[in-house]
Structures are given as C-alpha cells and as structure tokens.
Nanobody, 124 residues
Framework: QVELVESGGGLVQAGGSLRLSCVVS????????MGWFRQAPGREREFVSAISGGESGGRTWYADAVRGRFTVSRDNAKNTMYLQMSSLQPEDTAVYYC???????????????WGQGTQVTVSS
C-alpha cells in the first residue's frame, strides 16, 4: 500500500513563497514518477508539475501557468517530493495534491495514489 502525505500549505500574500512537501510510504519511491496537481473551488483538478524517477530520475515538467515560478524536486533518501512556489498570485489559490503516476499521461486519471491535499491561499 502506497500512502502520500502533503504538508506546507498556508496563507501567504501575493508575491510570497511556500514550499510543499509530499512524503511517500510504501513501495519503492525512487522508481516512482510523481506529480503535483491543484484544484480550486468550482474548477477541475489540473496538472501543475511532475518529476521522473528511476534511471532517468530528476526530469521535470511544468504547466505553463507555473513555469518559471515553481520548482519541483525530490529527495529519494527521504522518500519526499517538494514543490517550491515563488511569486505566488491569488490565482494560485487551491488545494494542492501530490500523486504517483500509474501510466503515461498528464490527466488525474493517469495517477493512482493521491495524498489528502494541502490548502494554499494567496491573498491580494
């Protein structure tokens, strides 16, 4: 059984920064392809960022809306993935989820294990 637990969310002013963490237990984290998603009220869950595992570990991908402001990373020794968020804007307000990818793709349906989410609120 794979379990994911996010932390690090909170309330921040526009222009501020936060770092989210996702601790994974169960299985072999080193080999997992991991992703971050977010969901704002009344909107669908959307892809934010991802990082590969295994032999090609460390390759990263970003949604256009966050590229240049967010940085995804991982520490395999700690079974943890991070999302460093900078220059935050009110439109970044959402619940942020980490997830493990089960098959190739970028939609939520391509990811099988999910954390409970952590709230990020950016005030203007």
């Amino acid at each position: 059984q794979v379990e994911l637990v996010e932390s690090g969310g909170g309330l921040v002013q526009a222009g501020g920064s936060l770092r989210l963490s996702c601790v994974v237990s169960g299985g072999n984290f080193r080999n997992y392809f991991m992703g971050w998603f977010r969901q704002a009220p009344g909107r669908e869950r959307e892809f934010v960022s991802a990082i590969s595992g295994g032999e090609s570990g460390g390759r990263t991908w970003y949604a256009d809306a966050v590229r240049g402001r967010f940085t995804v990373s991982r520490d395999n020794a700690k079974n943890t993935m991070y999302l460093q968020m900078s220059s935050l804007q009110p439109e970044d307000t959402a619940v942020y989820y980490c997830a493990r990818r089960a098959r190739i793709g970028w939609s939520p349906q391509d990811f099988d294990y999910w954390g409970q989410g952590t709230q990020v609120t950016v005030s203007s």
